[in-house]
T-cell receptor, first 116, second 113 residues
């Protein structure tokens, strides 16, 4: 398996622009997670889905952030409008829940976002 | 909300030395996960501990969960430059075997050749 695939790997944009981050989870995994990592706040869970349904979005910082999972193999995290303080590395992870799978989350390589 | 604490924050060791990283929670941990992050990359799963007193090893890395299931340690024997990176512990502190992870702040390890 190719693992969790995120695109783009790097994104540089100007304040006010819309940013869309993409994620393809591992095939067969039923959970998908979006995280944000910054030096100040570390790794934070933003939202997670189970079977394409958002379960907990309490970590989403503002209404400017939205996430969708239209099918089992694709998810997006959108920021509109973007602000400089959104600059961070955004990770997507997926997992297969269950005793045998041990709920291990597998992470993508991340998208490094810079908002100028 | 519950947080995981890690110590030390950073560590610089000479190649060949042993080292220990700690992860502490004020709540009982039902599943504690250790990950490694190389600079500029995603997190790689290392080990998962569930039972009090449990110990697991992979190559030269050993992780333990204490009997109270509130503290875990990660021990590296005879460190190598390939061990360098950021080590993070993660768990869902609110319910057994949950998926709503919080992560510790990480321990940055440098291994000098």
């Amino acid at each position: 398996d190719a693992g969790v695939i995120q695109s783009p790997r790097h994104e540089v944009t100007e304040m006010g622009q819309e940013v869309t981050l993409r994620c393809k989870p591992i095939s067969g995994h039923d959970y998908l997670f979006w995280y944000r990592q910054t030096m100040m706040r570390g790794l934070e869970l933003l939202i997670y889905f189970n079977n394409n349904v958002p379960i907990d979005d309490s970590g989403m910082p503002e209404d400017r952030f939205s996430a969708k999972m239209p099918n089992a193999s694709f998810s997006t995290l959108k920021i509109q409008p973007s602000e400089p303080r959104d600059s961070a590395v955004y990770f997507c992870a997926s997992s297969l829940k269950g005793f045998l799978a041990k709920n291990i989350q597998y992470f993508g390589a991340g998208t490094r976002l810079s908002v100028l | 909300s519950q947080e995981l604490e890690q110590s030390p924050q950073s560590l610089i060791v000479q190649e060949g030395k042993n080292l220990t990283i700690n992860c502490t929670s004020s709540k009982t941990l039902y599943g504690l996960y250790w990950y490694k992050q190389k600079y500029g990359e995603g997190l790689i799963f290392l080990m998962m501990l569930q039972k009090g007193g449990e110990e697991k090893s992979h190559e030269k890395i050993t992780a333990k969960l204490d009997e109270k299931k509130q503290q875990s340690s990660l021990h590296i024997t005879a460190s190598q430059p390939s061990h360098a990176g950021i080590y993070l512990c993660g768990a869902d502190p609110n319910r057994p075997y949950g998926q709503n992870f919080v992560f510790g702040p990480g321990t940055r390890l440098s291994v000098l050749p």
